[in-house]
């Protein structure tokens, strides 16, 4: 099949039904989750992944794509109204968007926020299906060596990009990978750390691990408020003239994007990073005549312009080497292997026409952006104002019947509260959640690699570090060195230039 065939076979997959059925309520789900502060696409998609069990894999993905997307945008409407983001993403559209707001100008801000959301989530659509050719070469370049060293390469980016300490990343992501390792071996039929217990010889399900770990840590944190919001604030101002608004700033606009969807590519930094650099740029590009934190419009337009772009650059390296870049995107990873679909050469080669659907899915996910964003701002704060006595039951409830559902085995589901007491107290004490995720949900891809690698070389370490038969493995062995080596050898050289 060319990619052409591919092509057209993926929008055919996009258009038909039920797929555009299930991309719609990805779609007004994940606005609704998005717009529940503290909720948000990782606690939403990883409730919604084990009920995806009965669909076709590709209708899935697109389902959990939606959410993520719809969520993107629905975050914004508690930041504009509530001065409460649904999402971190949306935490710099507060800075802008809630003065608005108060200014009598909700309408205004909500629709930019729709628009700048949606138009550049078509571009980056477009743009990643004009990038498939050169992505399908890259990722046919990369064998099992490649494969173990991204792994290993993508854990160490998110250590250092989502929190501070590489330590703390490095702790996380380790422990990560021993969860990975109970059950019964790879390559061997040995059990490993299942204390004789039948129901652990399969381990523990990723997607056990992924509900435990965001939503019901989630959850136990949400459990420490009254209510989400207590706000009430009077919608005004217009819709049609917030629209318009985005018009006038194109530049904006396409700057917000391409910062978006580039730092989207990047694992381990995601929208929250994207978004506040986003605004960062646009409020010392236009410091002379601005008014940011003061209700400008342009700070709306930056973060939100940035959000679901954003969506589509992590996607590159979630679908091309199994490395997300956010929880979000680790969710959408474990709901690809769950159905049967490896991420890689098989995504881009035998399967790309599932690719193709669901980039095609993306950018008819924001004609629904427009669409449902443009129409129900008026009612869009009595969302907000969902108490969480029925939203935790609801979904501790769906985490537990999820979980059981995986396996028949309550030993996931036992895993779901022990991860997710876990997960509470490793946000509490700032270790990365998603390099933990990562390390369960990496660590059989990486170790069955690492295995398959000494296989081919005879057992011979060196296929990871030879420069002449194995260059792409060396640029990577050195990558993965000057990420977890280089802050260290910086500082301690500038120390000896300050000595000297």
């Known amino acids: 099949m060319t990619a052409v065939e591919a092509f057209f076979e993926g929008l055919s997959i996009a258009l038909s039904w039920p797929t555009v059925g299930w991309l719609a309520v990805g779609m007004m789900l994940g ?23 009965p669909l076709d894999s590709t209708a899935a993905i697109i389902l959990l794509a939606a ?10 409407i508690a930041a504009i109204l509530l001065n409460a983001p649904g999402t971190e993403s949306a935490a710099a559209t507060t800075l802008d968007g809630y003065p608005m707001a108060q ?31 050169i992505l399908i070469e890259v990722v046919l370049a990369f064998g099992s060596p490649e494969y173990f060293l991204l792994a290993i390469l993508g854990i160490s980016l998110i250590t250092i990009v989502t929190q501070g300490s590489i330590v703390k990343g490095i702790v996380a992501g380790a422990l990560g990978f021993m969860i990975s390792t109970i059950g019964t071996a790879i390559l061997s039929p040995r059990p490993r750390f299942t204390f004789g217990q039948f129901g652990l010889y399969n381990g523990i399900d990723f997607v056990a691990a992924l509900i435990g770990m965001f939503a019901f840590a989630e959850m136990m944190k949400l459990a420490t408020q009254k209510q989400i919001s207590q ?14 608004t985005v018009f006038k700033y194109p530049m904006t606009t396409l700057k917000s994007g391409l910062i978006g969807m580039g730092i989207g590519m990047i694992p381990g930094s995601g929208a929250t990073t994207s978004t506040f650099v986003a605004y960062a740029e646009e409020a010392r590009s ?11 419009p342009r700070g709306v337009i930056a973060p939100e312009g940035a959000n ?52 095609i899915s993306l950018f008819l996910s924001n004609v629904l952006i427009i669409l449902v964003g443009l129409t129900v701002i008026p009612y869009a704060s009595r969302i907000t104002e969902i108490d969480t006595t029925l939203i935790i039951p609801m979904v501790v409830v769906l985490s537990f019947a999820g979980a059981y559902t995986l396996n028949q085995n309550w030993w996931d589901v036992g895993a779901v509260i022990v991860l997710g007491i876990l997960g509470f107290y490793m946000v509490r004490y700032n270790y990365s959640v998603i390099a933990f995720v990562l390390g369960i949900v990496l660590g059989p891809i990486a170790e069955e690699n690492f295995f398959r690698s000494l296989q081919i070389s005879g057992g011979e370490y060196t296929i990871f570090v ?29 120390r000896l230039l300050d000595r000297a």
């Open 231 to 244: 706000s009430d604030l009077d919608i005004g101002g217009s819709v049609r003239e917030g629209a318009k």
């Open 286 to 296: 236009s410091a002379k005549d601005g008014k940011f934190g003061d209700g400008d």
């Open 103 to 133: 200014n009598g100008l909700a309408k205004n801000a909500l629709a930019i926020a729709t628009t700048a959301s949606a138009l550049n989530g078509f571009a980056a659509a477009i743009l990643l299906i004009i990038l498939s050719p």
């Open 466 to 494: 030879d420069p002449v038969n194995q260059p792409l493995s060396f640029l990577l062995s050195f990558a993965i060195f000057a990420v977890l080596f280089g802050p260290f050898l910086k500082g301690r050289a500038q």
């Open 67 to 76: 959410i993520y997307s719809g969520a993107m945008f629905g975050g914004s």
């Open 308 to 359: 679901n772009p954003t969506v589509s650059g992590s996607l590159i390296p979630t679908l091309s080497f199994g490395i997300p870049g956010s929880g979000s995107t680790a969710v959408l990873l474990g709901g690809i292997l769950m159905h049967g679909l490896q991420p890689g050469p098989v995504l881009f080669g035998e399967q790309l026409h599932i690719t193709y659907a669901l980039f």
């Open 31 to 53: 606005i609704v989750l998005g717009a529940l502060p503290g909720i948000g696409s990782p606690v939403g998609m990883a409730i919604v992944l084990p009920l995806t069990l």
